[in-house]
């Protein structure tokens, strides 16, 4: 295992500068606010901690990429920035989520209520799920792992007609399996920034997908007509599952960060971190570290107190899906499944212990 610790000197210029101008506009954060974002360059920290690499096939190993710091984030004349017209995150379901117990409703409520609390000060709206038919985008059968994969590609095509005028972004979400080209295997993403849209499965995320028993593996060898959708109804949709929506919330947040110009952090421990497999996925945190939240609130211009209580009053276990928040089918009063947010739960109370101080 290699560890990435980067001395003291370089995470405190990596989240203050030394640009003057950036000084001054640390400084106008209030002393709660910067006794937590100076945990960044704290030598034993035990809320930021180093990034461990556990073999050479974690992202940073195999993706060399350059770092980037504030400095280079706020400069960055290229990274999109919401603006009182277009200033909402909009979500596409595409097929079905859920299970006979959860439904698609309350899956996206679960998610729509964590990125508002996440992206703190921007709208997120959950738009109409649509079946795959509707995205006319093309599908195969996965050579290797015998289940459907819809392409990428066309799904961004079909989200770039898709988004409306006040977005800021649009970001598709399925359970389907992605593929981006025929030579290609899978991806579990594909992304336009610069348009601000993205498509992301969670398919892989379901803890069965690559065991024996895995119900979306489909036993028929037919030739697909690429006109006929009907192989897509009643396709497997696997069990909404704490870990699931764990990782669920993970992946979008890492992404959509992505939109706002957030790259791939290398400096902490954070959500923004880039990730080869799902291992490497898991052991990243639910949060940002404070270089990359010092991002994120510049240019939402969030409390920071406000967002950690936010986010933990998501993840309060006994907290319900309110009934008028979903549609009479969906209105089940289901507990969310919280059991795996429980280290986050406490790492976000130990921040609001130093933010409350």
């Known amino acids: 295992m290699k560890v990435i610790k980067h001395p003291e ?26 006794r937590l974002l100076n945990e960044a360059f704290q030598p034993e920290s035990l809320l930021f901690k180093p990034i461990t690499l556990h073999s050479e096939s974690d992202w940073i190993s195999s993706h ?34 859920g299970d006979s117990r959860i ?46 994969q819809i392409h990428a590609g066309h799904l961004l095509n079909y989200l770039k007609k898709k988004k409306p005028e006040d977005a800021f972004c649009i ?28 498509i992301f499965s969670f398919a892989r995320y379901d803890s069965d997908f690559y065991s024996a028993n895995y119900r979306g593996v489909l036993k028929t060898a037919k030739k697909l007509d690429p006109a006929d959708y009907t192989i897509f109804d009643g396709y497997y ?25 957030l790259r791939h952090c290398q400096w902490l421990q954070c959500v923004m971190q880039g990730s080869n497999h799902l291992e490497e996925a898991d052991r990243r945190p639910l949060d940002l570290c404070p270089i990359c939240l010092r991002k994120l609130q510049s240019v939402l211009g969030f409390n920071i107190l406000g967002r950690y209580k936010a986010l933990q009053r998501w993840m ?34 130990k921040c609001l212990d130093i933010l409350q101080q």
């Open 316 to 349: 309060e276990e006994e907290e319900n899906t309110p009934e008028a928040d979903l549609s009479n089918q969906a209105s089940s009063g289901l507990q969310k499944p919280v059991k795996a947010f429980q280290q986050s739960y406490d790492w976000v109370a």
């Open 64 to 97: 060399p990429e350059s770092t980037q710091d504030f400095a280079q984030f706020y400069h960055d004349s290229r990274r999109n920035t919401p603006t009182p017209q277009k200033n909402r995150i909009y979500v596409q379901p595409i097929g079905s989520f």
């Open 237 to 261: 949709t696997p069990e909404i599952t704490s870990k699931l929506l764990l990782r669920s919330c993970k992946t979008l947040t890492h992404e959509i960060g992505h939109i706002f110009g």
């Open 171 to 198: 970001v598709g979400v399925t359970m389907i399996d992605l593929y981006p080209k025929d030579s290609w295997n899978f991806v579990f993403g594909q992304a336009s920034l610069t348009e601000g849209m993205g």
């Open 9 to 34: 000197e370089v995470l405190k210029a990596a989240l203050i500068s030394k640009d003057t101008k950036l000084v001054k506009l640390y400084e106008k954060f209030q002393p709660n606010e910067k």
């Open 103 to 148: 439904s698609t409703d309350v899956y996206m409520k679960w998610l729509q209520d964590y990125c508002e609390a996440f992206f703190c000060g921007l709208p997120v709206k959950i738009l109409k799920p649509v079946p795959v038919s509707h995205t006319g985008c093309a599908f195969r059968v996965n050579e290797c792992t015998h289940n459907l």
